[in-house]
C-alpha cells in the first residue's frame, strides 16, 4: 500500500519569503503525484501534478513541485509567498488513473505580513 | 465552469439517526468519489463509483452505503450514526473513461459538514 508523509505540520513565514512544503511518498510501483490546497471551509483545489515526464511541474499561481524518484518526495515550493497562500496543503498520490487518492497529513501554511 | 454540487452543506443529526449526503459531478464524469476529513485530518478515502459500479471501497463503515445513480448523481447514506461520524464529507468527480491527462483529475466538490450530537 502506498503512503505520503509531509514532514512539516505548520509551516509559519514572512510575505515575500521562499518557502518548501515537504513530502515524501512511500509505494512499491509507480505513482502518480499531486497537491490540493484547501483554504478555510472549502473544499480541495488542484494544485499541480505529476504524471509523467519532466519531473518539474509548475502551476498557474507560482508554485512549483520537482519530482525526486530516488528520494521519493515531491516538495512544493514558492520563491515568494502572498499573505493570499495561506491555506492547508495536501501532497496526494494515486496509483491508477481514475484509483482513489491516499493523502498526507497536511502542511498549514500561514503567510504573515 | 460548473463544478461538483454537494447537499446539504451542512447537516445536524443526533446520534442513532440516518443521514443522506448527495454528490453531483461535473457533467459528462463518469467517476465520483467520496471522501471523509475529520476535524484536523487529511481525506480518507470511503467508496467511488464508475458508470454506476462500485469501482473501489476504502475505509467505509457497515453502516454507510453508497449507489451512483444514472444521471452520474451519487448518495452517501450513513445509519446509526456516532459522535465519531461527525466530519467534512467531500465528494469528488473525474472522467475516468476520458483520453489523455485530464481522467487523473479528481474535482472536489464544497464537502457537507456533518455533525453528530
Known amino acids: 500500500a502506498q503512503s505520503v508523509t509531509q514532514l512539516d505540520s505548520q509551516v509559519p513565514v514572512f510575505e515575500e519569503a521562499p518557502v518548501e512544503l515537504r513530502c515524501n511518498y512511500s509505494s512499491s510501483v509507480s505513482v502518480y503525484l499531486f497537491w490540493y490546497v484547501q483554504y478555510p471551509n472549502q473544499g480541495l483545489q488542484l494544485l499541480l501534478k505529476y504524471l509523467s515526464g519532466s519531473t518539474l511541474v509548475e502551476s498557474i499561481n507560482g508554485f512549483e513541485a520537482e519530482f525526486n524518484k530516488s528520494q521519493t518526495s515531491f516538495h512544493l515550493r514558492k520563491p515568494s509567498v502572498h499573505i493570499s497562500d495561506t491555506a492547508e496543503y495536501f501532497c496526494?498520490?494515486?496509483?491508477?488513473?481514475?484509483?482513489?487518492?491516499?493523502f498526507g497529513e497536511g502542511t498549514q501554511l500561514t503567510v504573515n505580513p | 465552469a460548473a463544478g461538483v454540487i454537494q447537499s446539504p452543506r451542512h447537516l445536524i443529526k443526533e446520534k442513532r439517526e440516518t443521514a443522506t449526503l448527495k454528490c453531483y459531478p461535473i457533467p459528462r464524469h463518469d467517476t465520483v468519489y467520496w471522501y471523509q476529513q475529520g476535524p484536523g485530518q487529511d481525506p480518507q478515502f470511503l467508496i467511488s463509483?464508475?458508470?454506476?459500479?462500485?469501482?473501489d471501497k476504502g475505509s467505509i463503515p457497515d453502516r454507510f452505503s453508497a449507489q451512483q445513480f444514472s444521471d452520474y448523481h451519487s448518495e452517501l447514506n450513513m445509519s446509526s450514526l456516532e459522535l465519531g461520524d461527525s466530519a467534512l464529507y467531500f465528494c469528488?468527480?473525474?472522467?475516468?473513461?476520458?483520453?489523455?491527462?485530464?481522467?487523473?483529475?479528481?474535482?472536489f466538490g464544497p464537502g457537507t459538514r456533518l455533525t453528530v450530537t
Open positions: 496526494a498520490v494515486s496509483l491508477l488513473s481514475g484509483s482513489r487518492l491516499t
Open positions: 463509483f464508475y458508470e454506476k459500479m462500485q469501482s
Open positions: 469528488a468527480s473525474s472522467l475516468g473513461s476520458g483520453l489523455g491527462q485530464n481522467r487523473y483529475e479528481q474535482y
